[in-house]
């Protein structure tokens, strides 16, 4: 689901726990201090412990770690050290003797060398844990906001670039987490496909979707397109196609009013199972656009041998297309394959008049992006007729 550019830099401290503005008070860091150097004492046991004079050294790695790179680099530290040290060089079995000392000698020196790179790789790159606690964190955040129906949809605009109309929208996913911060899309969205709890969000974001679908056309009458992404998880799940069928069911929505919005992703881990699929959602009356085309393993072959009825121009070549001769090519075939095909042709993340002209220029039929129309609660959302000139 597209990222909302504002939501992404703030309030995502509990994506970056790093985050300056979300650390630990004093009292808290000395309880961290003092539990790392509980977990350095239980290094020094797993090692086989040492003599008294030396046990005290193994100490500063951690805390050195710690200082220098955070609760991560000291956790990592203290595990990857006592691990390793303990694993390739066995305890002595008794602590007197020049040998023995020696030997603690060289043990510790390992100790520290692992330590000290342990927690360096924890400062560069996220580690497992991190990312399993943030993703814990996210995925029962978002089941409680299904519960408690606190996910929040805004639509985007898309606009017939040959006269200016509103044709339709995307349903855009937005959430805020228990401390009414927003959690960008692109954060949330991946937390829940790798914990299980997209088909939940996207279950949900549906329900909206097509609730405000028959209530618009209610309002304004039937001929607005509702597009909606659906994630690979979702699509391949036993669920998906009888649950879509009830709620279009319930809102009454005419057939070609929902468009289910895929990548090629989806296509790509299933292509028979896709098949099956997609030509169920084209017998229920929706329409298939394919996402993002251009950025993964297009093939022409997805084009010729799925129901796909929508090509959206991925917004990285929309770009530089008023700019770079190589993306207005790019773009160019696209649209004139789309052509061929029969397929409408969607270009997204439009923001400059330059681009709108090329891009009515080679042809496009649908534009999206902020030059058009900003992402916008329902009752907000712009239906008035563009000027294109």
């Not at 046990?55 to 990592?76: E, F, M, N, T, V």
């Not at 006592?82 to 000392?101: C, I």
């Not at 881990?269 to 329409?287: F, I, N, Q, W």
């Not at 004139?336 to 969607?346: D, F, H, K, N």
């Amino acid at each position: 689901m597209a990222a909302l550019p504002g939501a992404s830099r703030r309030g995502v401290d509990l994506a970056r726990m790093g985050n300056k503005g979300a650390r630990f008070g004093l009292a808290v860091s000395c309880g961290i201090i003092l539990v790392l150097i509980a977990l350095a004492s239980l290094a020094v046991l797993v090692t086989g412990g040492v003599p008294n004079p030396l046990a005290h050294l193994y100490y500063i790695p951690i805390l050195y770690a710690a200082a220098r790179h955070g609760w991560k680099g000291g956790l990592s530290a203290a595990i990857a050290s006592g691990l390793v040290v303990g694993v390739w060089m066995p305890a002595p079995k008794t602590a007197t003797g020049n040998e023995n000392v020696l030997d603690w000698g060289v043990r510790l020196a390992l100790f520290v060398v692992v330590a000290l790179v342990a927690s360096w790789l924890a400062h560069q790159r996220p580690q497992p844990l991190e990312l399993l606690i943030r993703d814990m964190v996210l995925g029962r955040g978002l089941r409680a906001a299904v519960r408690h129906r606190r996910l929040r949809v805004h639509y985007q605009p898309l606009v017939d670039l040959a006269d200016g109309r509103v044709i339709g929208v995307e349903a855009l996913c937005r959430w805020n987490d228990s401390r009414q911060r927003p959690v960008a899309p692109d954060v949330f969205i991946p937390a829940a496909e790798r914990t299980g709890a997209i088909s939940m969000v996207g279950r949900e974001v549906l329900r909206i979707a097509t609730e405000q679908s028959e209530q618009w056309a209610n309002d304004h009458g039937d001929g607005m397109t509702m597009s909606v992404n659906v994630s690979p998880l979702e699509l391949s799940h036993p669920d998906f196609l009888d649950g879509l069928k009830a709620l279009v069911g319930e809102a009454k929505l005419r057939r070609y009013t929902l468009c289910v919005e895929i990548t090629e992703t989806a296509i790509i881990s299933d292509p028979h199972g896709a098949l099956v699929t997609l030509s169920a959602l084209r017998e229920m009356g929706a329409l298939i656009a394919l996402d993002d085309f251009g950025t993964g393993h297009s093939s022409l072959a997805y084009l010729a041998g799925l129901p796909i009825d929508i090509i959206k121009i991925d917004q990285s070549f929309v770009a530089t297309v008023d700019t770079d001769p190589t993306s207005r090519a790019l773009v160019n075939a696209v649209v004139r394959i789309a052509s061929a095909l029969g397929a409408t042709t969607i270009a997204e993340g439009i923001e400059r008049p330059s681009q709108l002209r090329v891009l009515k220029e080679l042809g496009c039929d649908i534009g999206q992006g902020y030059f058009l129309g900003r992402p916008a609660e329902a009752a907000d959302v712009n239906w008035a007729v563009r000027t294109l000139a």
